[in-house]
């Protein structure tokens, strides 16, 4: 297993600290972690991956020990897509492989649609296609009410109740399960809390909710609707979706038609696993990722 290793890229108009494994190997493999995460979530998959791989996993922008700008318009897309490009200009990457989970995956999709003459492969855990959630969020009702956390993180004072004793609610929401499964041990909650507690983490990480345009909201007179062009979301490059089943948040029609817009599209359905993939099934997610990485590669 290789070592996992930490640093920091100086991007120019950011630096990003990254987790690191296989820095000797050629090929380049960006590891996004979503909210409320940060680089630790591949903890487990990193050693593996770096066998055959450069595996970076950042701390996006706001998270833990990357560099936090003030203001909604620092998490813009625009922003975070920039971001991933310079971090693999960083590692000397003109073309790169893209794994993702939740938010990360909603910036890997932005990064995939932008600019698919980067990316070799991409790989999405839990992270819904961008057109097809849009629709949802306006039109149907079960993903509007699993999605009202969106609408809530957006409120001014959100972050008193995420913060408040010691981050109680907020570990209950996400990870408490997974502690008591024995998923998550003590020192890795640990990790957690320590990395929630960085000096104004809590409102960067809430700030990508206030920048992005997508939000639950059931159609009301006089509000329209966001204007998309379906066919400005097709992502042209070779895909794995992981998907579990269980997710909370993400309801299945998540995954209807996507390869409509995927069409080079491997879809992996995870019937017992929840939205938190690289906790619940570790193994797995090195195994796929690994497998769909080398069949790309034999093409």
Do not use: C
Not at 14 to 24: F, P, Q, S, V
Not at 48 to 76: C, F, I, Q, T, W
Not at 91 to 117: I, R
Not at 178 to 186: D, L, P, S
Request: aromatic share 10%; hydrophobic share 40%; charged share 25%.
């Amino acid at each position: 297993m290789s070592t996992i290793n930490q640093g920091v890229a100086e991007l120019g108009t950011i630096n990003l600290h990254y987790a690191e494994t296989g820095a000797d190997n050629k090929e380049l493999i960006i590891l996004l972690h979503g909210f409320p995460e940060f680089w630790f979530t591949w903890r487990k998959q990193l050693p593996v991956l770096g066998e055959k791989y450069h595996a970076v996993a950042p701390d996006m922008r706001g998270y833990n020990l990357s560099d936090r700008p003030e203001g909604v318009e620092a998490y813009r897309i625009n922003q975070l897509i920039d971001d991933i490009k310079r971090l693999a200009k960083h590692f000397g990457a003109d073309q790169f492989y893209l794994a993702s989970h939740d938010w990360g995956a909603a910036v890997a999709w932005s990064v995939a649609l932008a600019h698919p003459e980067l990316i070799k492969g991409l790989m999405i855990l839990n992270g819904p296609h961008p057109y097809i959630f849009a629709r949802l969020l306006e039109n149907n009702p079960k993903q509007i009410a699993h999605s009202q956390y969106m609408a809530d993180f957006r409120e001014a004072g959100i972050e008193q109740k995420l913060a408040a004793n010691n981050f109680k609610w907020l570990w209950d929401w996400t990870f408490a399960e997974h502690e008591r499964r024995g998923q998550i041990t003590a020192d890795e909650k640990e990790e957690y809390l320590r990395a929630w507690g960085q000096p104004g983490a809590i409102t960067a990480m809430l700030n990508y909710y206030r920048a992005s345009p997508l939000k639950p909201r059931p159609a009301k007179e006089g509000e329209k609707s966001l204007e998309l062009t379906p066919e400005h979301f097709h992502v042209n490059v070779p895909t794995m979706v992981l998907w579990g089943e269980q997710d909370h948040a993400l309801i299945p029609e998540n995954l209807d038609g996507i390869g409509d817009f995927v069409p080079d599209l491997k879809l992996i359905r995870l019937p017992e696993v929840t939205h938190w993939v690289t906790h619940e099934a570790p193994d797995r997610v090195s195994q796929e990722i690994l497998e769909f990485l080398t069949e790309i590669k034999a093409r």
